[in-house]
């Protein structure tokens, strides 16, 4: 009889399904093969393929699992009575024909040696940039195409800890000239879960993340954003990709478009995941096409805001943390577990004084804001940069406007004076792509054809704000792991393999980037739009001229009880979902503690727009309902 899927056990008991040549997929979205009713099941939870002379059940990442006979299984050949089970369903393979009636095969083992098993066509991919979206992308699609890929990853930031080629690959250190990033990054769940559970499992072990924020219409089956620190998901993906040495191949070194241009050429795919500032990309900009600035511009100039890093440990409560953070625009706090990065948006005029002095030349230098270095505290209080010898001038200047300003930002987050142990500061703009996909490469007689895709920054570079970087960049890397395993069956890539990818990618583009310019600009009631940075300086400078007059305390007492009213209103809107939030009188006694000019800064540059910046994340799953669908031949 031909090989069938039988219902074993369950609400689909009974019930045959026919494998042909196209996979038979499992899930709780309708248009799976096998629709199964349970919340507990991924949209595309598995599906069995013929590959060769057999089949194959994969897992496809899923969120709690696939077991085959009894036991948890990314990928397995199946043979005749295996049990697999999806949640509640079990089923069973089922296959025989005339021979396998009559005669037991296994009879025929001492006489005949096992055969050997092809590979099949192996997808050569390369990846140029081994950061946390180079290297998901290249486990997302190990766990999709197990032997039947092989990906190398390069990365300047990397070195060997032993000698010769047989060291393990890890990150290079401050004295190496790797300033690792410890900033907290959120992440929301539709693109946590969406990542292959082996590299879940190794993001978010305990004690690694925390909730902080509250679910929402981001969150997939009620579950929370989580916080963690971007060394951290360095780190483990770095790891769990050095354990896969048969199938990722980890180079250290930076790639190189001119010198790797026979490494591309031989490869099927290049996957650009530089970030923002990418070479790779640039290198090939008559492929992908120049960036249009034009769209994310005001009065003709592309905006673009500079934001001061402040590395901190905060005693407030996570409720009170983010109850604080949405009221205003000024500051942003990302921690984990009080710890992270406090984030000030800063002026146009406070940006120029973002500037490091070099003690022995005493001289200028812009490396804080133009690399961007991060200067760490020393015993003697100074913030030093490591890599050029310079100090943060605004810091040794203690009445300096700015630093005076610093102060206050601390003491709205409960941040002590001394658990201020490090500064940075990022430029932050965005553009327009007009796509992500190129052929970079024709095919030849000994080479397959190159396809280029832009993931991650290098794709979509996202004002932080919002905190949507790091998701669309996953969701990029997901989208294109999805539409190779989907597509890959040995023959030469096409234009018309990409077509959901590609559509994947502008629907993040427009998704993400439009959030982000939402929290770049504000409109007044007349509906005329301005930068908030704009309003911040404005704001400061009513401050200034308010303590001048007369009616300097009537105007703290108008601020302070207009942003109670602002907080009140939020509070309420969050309470249901963030449990902890402080009463009024907490509120109105941290408050008193700030200056007339940061509570007046802090109104003017307005609450978070969570109409316009919150809703849904980009649901890339609509585009791979039917991810093993046959490709035309």
């Keep these: 009889m031909p090989p069938e899927i039988v219902g074993h056990r369950g609400a689909l008991a009974g019930q045959r399904f026919a494998i042909g040549s196209k996979p038979l997929t499992f899930g709780r979205r309708s248009g799976n093969s096998v629709v199964i009713s349970d919340a507990s099941i991924s949209r595309l939870h598995a599906e069995v393929r013929r590959e060769g002379h057999g089949f194959v059940l994969y897992d496809r990442g899923s969120a709690n699992g696939t077991l085959v006979n009894g036991e948890r299984a990314?990928?397995?050949?199946?043979?005749?009575?295996?049990?697999?089970?999806?949640?509640?369903e079990s089923f069973c393979f089922?296959?025989?024909?005339?021979?396998?009636?009559?005669l037991d095969l296994s009879v025929l083992d001492a006489l005949t040696p096992p055969p050997v098993e092809e590979p099949g066509p192996v997808l050569e991919v390369t990846v140029s940039g081994g950061g946390p979206v180079g290297l998901a992308f290249a486990l997302q699609l190990e766990s999709l195409l197990g032997r039947r890929v092989h990906i190398t990853v390069y990365d300047g930031r990397w070195t060997r800890d032993g000698d010769g080629d047989g060291g393990r690959v890890v990150w290079k250190d401050a004295k190496q000239g790797n300033v690792r990033r410890q900033q907290v990054v959120t992440v929301q769940s539709r693109q946590y879960m969406g990542l292959a559970e082996e590299i879940r499992e190794r993001l978010f072990q305990e004690g690694e993340y925390s909730e902080m924020w509250p679910s929402g219409a981001d969150s997939v089956d009620g579950r929370?954003?989580?916080?963690?620190?971007?060394?951290h998901v360095e780190d483990a993906l770095l790891e769990l990709a050095g354990e896969k040495s048969g199938r990722i191949r980890l180079v250290p070194e930076r790639f190189d478009a001119v010198e790797h241009r026979e490494v591309a050429a031989a490869s099927h795919v290049l996957a650009v995941c530089e970030g923002g500032r990418s070479r790779t990309?640039?290198?090939?900009?008559?492929k992908f096409g120049r960036a249009d600035s034009s769209i994310y511009s005001l009065d003709g100039a592309h905006?673009?805001?500079?934001v001061l890093g402040l590395k901190v440990k905060s005693g407030l409560s996570d409720p009170m943390s983010v109850l604080l953070t949405v009221s205003q625009n000024r500051f942003l706090l990302n921690s984990l577990r009080g710890e992270g990065f406090l984030n000030m948006r800063l002026t146009d005029s406070e940006a120029?004084?973002?500037?490091?002095?070099?003690?022995?030349?005493?001289?200028?230098?812009?490396?804080?804001?133009?690399?961007?270095?991060?200067?760490?505290?020393?015993?003697?209080?100074?913030?030093?940069?490591?890599?050029?010898?310079t100090l943060f001038l605004p810091a040794l200047i203690k009445s300096s406007a700015l630093w005076k300003r610093v102060g206050e930002g601390l003491r709205l987050f409960g941040v002590a004076e001394e658990d201020l142990t490090a500064v940075t500061a990022f430029r932050l703009d965005m553009v327009q792509r007009t796509r992500f996909t190129a052929r970079l490469y024709a095919a030849t007689a000994s080479t397959p054809g190159t396809y280029g895709f832009l993931l991650g920054d290098a794709a979509n570079a996202i004002h932080f704000w919002p905190g949507r970087g790091l998701n669309s960049g996953l969701a990029s890397a997901v989208s294109l792991a999805w539409t190779l395993s989907g597509t890959w069956r040995g023959r030469p890539l096409r234009d018309a393999d990409f077509v959901r990818h590609e559509a994947a990618m502008s629907m993040l583009q427009y998704r993400h980037k439009s959030r982000a310019w939402n929290a770049m600009i504000t409109t007044d009631g007349n509906g005329e739009t301005a930068a908030i940075k704009e309003v911040i300086e404005q704001g400061i400078t009513e401050a200034a001229d308010s303590a001048e007059g007369p009616h300097s305390t009537h105007s703290?007492?108008?601020?302070?009880?207009a942003l109670m009213d602002q907080l009140r209103s939020i509070r309420d809107r969050l309470a249901p979902r963030l449990p902890g939030m402080p009463d009024d009188a907490q509120l109105r006694a941290h408050l008193e503690t700030l200056r007339g000019e940061t509570l007046h800064t802090l109104l003017r540059s307005g609450p978070w727009d969570t109409r316009t910046v919150g809703g849904e994340e980009v649901d890339i799953d609509i585009f791979y309902a039917q991810q093993g669908a046959a490709v035309a031949a």
Excluded at 77 to 85: A, I, M, N
């Design 556 to 561: 703290r007492e108008a601020d302070l009880e």
């Design 352 to 389: 120029r004084e973002v500037v490091g002095i070099d003690p022995v030349r005493q001289v200028f230098e812009e490396c804080i804001a133009s690399r961007p270095c991060v200067m760490n505290r020393g015993a003697d209080g100074d913030f030093l940069c490591d890599t050029h010898r």
């Design 224 to 231: 929370a954003p989580r916080n963690i620190r971007i060394a």
């Design 94 to 102: 089922e296959a025989a024909d005339p021979m396998e009636t009559i």
């Design 281 to 286: 990309r640039e290198h090939f900009a008559g």
């Design 74 to 88: 990314t990928s397995h050949v199946l043979q005749p009575g295996d049990l697999f089970t999806i949640g509640e």
């Design 303 to 306: 905006l673009q805001d500079v």
